[in-house]
């Protein structure tokens, strides 16, 4: 599929600092060790609706550690899928009596704009399910002759199911207990009780296909895929195993990373899939969680068309930790445009105090597991003397500006 438009990043005075990122599978901040080559996968949008605060939340996490790597001199292989066929784009299609691939087109071209305006670094490929379903078709045909994958027991449709057991570490990367894993099973897109299956927490790779519903002719039968096998296919065919960075919500880490991760390993015998599984928190707003039944989404372009600037949007959701679970508030965009108003008038001035431990600082903090809230202040301490007229370094306000605009994305 066709990205968006990078935006140039600035070169940082002084010494880079190695990114350390918690890892859901250990529990623990540890350092990212990439080789010259980056290498991270971020779970894309299903395109049914606009990109609200939320998901803008979860790609902003993870633009901030592309980022810290350029910093670090490395070369980035990012990669980012498009769910472009799954149920709910099928049944958001039904409901508005829309075609289910215009509607596809139109929020990923809608996603595409939002990711711009934020000033998203761009994956180097950013590939849609569909696009990728011959791919798909040769993982699932691997995976059912080497026995992790069967036919459910259903002459009518012998869907292609994983046998979760398979590689026998199903559950270290979510460390979910069994009777956790059913309830989250359920609730987030599984089938525990789908008759035919060898076990309720065996996923769907292949379902046959359905009157009225999309599907794809293969040696698998006519169908389509499931959805967890689409990021397997995809990030182990570009970036291959194991690789640095698995990225998503936190409502990705059970089941779907732990599906995603399963499926590649059972497939390659290698493990594990990636070395850093890394969640972000999910954001509501004013204190409840950001639901379409709530109807209290806010977009991205919904703010972008009432002339917010998409750098208060930055800054608001930098303000809090990326792990945590938080909320959007009126005070947060208020907040988030005084600093930046702040921010820009002191970049503006004609000299300010020496940036060195500034800069310093940013980068340590960023590099602890993105602590943007400590980033934050430590820029507004140099802001508030600045803005004092304290300080006479005529270089100092230019090359704050590129630290921001390079580390925390910030246009000055
Ligand atoms: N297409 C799948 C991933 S393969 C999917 O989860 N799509 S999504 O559109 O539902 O979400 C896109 C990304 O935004 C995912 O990484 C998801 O974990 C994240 N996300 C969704 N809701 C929130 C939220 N309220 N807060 C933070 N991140 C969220
Ligand atoms: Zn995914």
Redesign the pocket.
């Known amino acids: 599929m066709q990205t968006w438009a990078p935006t140039d990043v600035p070169r940082v005075d002084g010494k880079p600092r190695p990114l350390r990122l918690h890892d859901t599978a250990t529990g623990q901040v540890r350092p990212t060790a990439p080789g010259s080559t980056a290498r991270m996968y971020v779970?894309?949008?299903?395109p049914y609706d606009a990109t609200h605060l939320?998901?803008a939340?979860?790609y902003l996490a993870f633009d901030l550690v592309h980022r810290i790597w350029l910093d670090n001199g490395h070369a980035v292989h990012y990669v980012q899928?498009v769910?472009d066929i799954d149920d709910p784009l099928l049944e958001r299609a039904e409901r508005d009596k829309d075609d289910w691939v215009v509607l596809g087109l139109r929020e990923t071209a809608l996603f595409r704009e939002d990711m711009e305006a934020l000033r998203v670094l761009p994956p180097r490929e950013f590939v849609g399910a569909v696009e990728s379903i011959p791919e798909i078709i040769e993982v699932v045909g691997k995976l059912l002759s080497s026995g992790a994958a069967y036919r459910a027991d259903d002459p009518e449709y012998p869907d292609v199911y994983f046998d979760h057991t398979a590689t026998g570490h199903f559950g270290y990367e979510s460390n979910e207990s069994a009777e956790s894993m059913r309830a989250l099973f359920a609730e987030r897109g599984g089938d525990p009780e789908r008759t035919g299956k060898r076990h309720p927490l065996d996923a769907l790779l292949w379902r046959m296909a359905r009157p009225g519903e999309p599907s794809w002719e293969s040696e698998l039968g006519q169908g389509r895929p499931g959805w967890h096998i689409e990021?397997s296919a995809i990030a182990y065919n570009r970036l291959g195993i194991p690789f640095d960075v698995q990225g998503?919500?936190s409502?990705?880490a059970f089941p779907?990373h732990e599906y995603s991760a399963a499926h590649a390993e059972a497939l390659s015998g290698q493990r594990p899939f990636a070395r850093h599984y890394t969640h972000?928190g999910?954001?509501g707003l004013n204190g409840e969680k950001?639901s379409k039944s709530k109807g209290n989404l806010v977009f991205v372009s919904k703010l972008r068309a009432s002339e917010v600037d998409p750098m208060a949007i930055r800054l608001g959701l930098f303000a809090t930790h990326y792990r945590a679970d938080r909320s959007w508030t009126g005070q947060t965009l208020e907040e988030a445009l005084r600093r930046l108003a702040r921010w820009r008038t002191a970049f503006a001035l004609p000299a300010g105090p020496d940036g060195t431990d500034t800069i310093a600082r940013l980068r340590d903090h960023l590099s602890d597991d993105l602590d943007t809230p400590r980033a934050l202040a430590a820029i507004d301490g140099w802001v508030a003397e600045a803005l004092e007229r304290r300080g006479t370094d005529p270089q100092a306000p230019a090359g704050l500006a590129a630290a921001v605009d390079a580390l925390l994305g910030v246009a000055p």
């Open positions: 779970c894309g949008i299903t939320g998901h939340a979860t899928n769910t990021c998503g919500g409502d990705l779907h972000a999910m954001v950001m």
